[in-house]
């Protein structure tokens, strides 16, 4: 599990990148998740048709071999997309209040994933199981990387429900002011 963990450093490097261009697609669209959705949409074969199918498939193969060739076949497929994607790399991102709450939510959302992997290898320990779910902890996250565009709609999701919720009204303001 160790190696699992240690696998993950390149990947949430290449993350931060990739996440930065979704979250400035959505402050372009000014936070209208429709818009945004539709422009990921119109962009379908940009955003899906990456190398990243290709780390799908390597670690796939790599998993069936063994635990740490998977880990190392990880960090240089991911170091290798991380180097190809810092190259285009600008940095373009405003942070607002509505910006820093989605990139919150993301992280939320990768920090139940992860707690869930904890979990299930904790149980898995105790149990005395022979079956290794690393091959489905490497296939669950790399997926979770593909699907980023769909992570930031439910995080801007999340992050207009947090409004509608906390917001306080004008009226309310204007009456405390009277």
Request: net charge positive; with cysteine.
């Amino acid at each position: 599990m160790i190696y699992f963990f240690i696998s993950l450093t390149t990947y949430f490097c290449y993350l931060i990148i990739k996440y930065q261009k979704h979250l400035c697609l959505l402050n372009k669209d000014k936070f209208n998740l429709s818009k945004y959705n539709q422009d990921v949409m119109k962009n379908a074969a940009h955003n899906f048709l990456t190398p990243e199918i290709l780390g799908i498939i390597i670690v796939i193969i790599a998993v069936n071999t063994d635990a740490k060739m998977a880990g190392i076949s990880m960090v240089v497929f991911y170091t290798l997309l991380f180097l190809y994607e810092f190259k285009g790399y600008k940095k373009e991102i405003k942070l607002t209040k509505d910006m820093i709450r989605t990139i919150i939510f993301i992280a939320i959302i990768y920090l139940i994933l992860f707690i869930g992997f904890i979990i299930d290898y904790v149980s898995m320990q105790k149990a005395f199981l022979l079956y290794d779910h690393r091959s489905f902890y490497y296939t669950l996250v790399i997926i979770a990387g593909y699907l980023s565009p769909f992570i930031t709609l439910l995080a801007g999701l999340l992050n207009n429900l947090w409004l509608k919720i906390f917001k306080k009204s004008p009226k309310k303001k204007a009456k405390t002011k009277k």
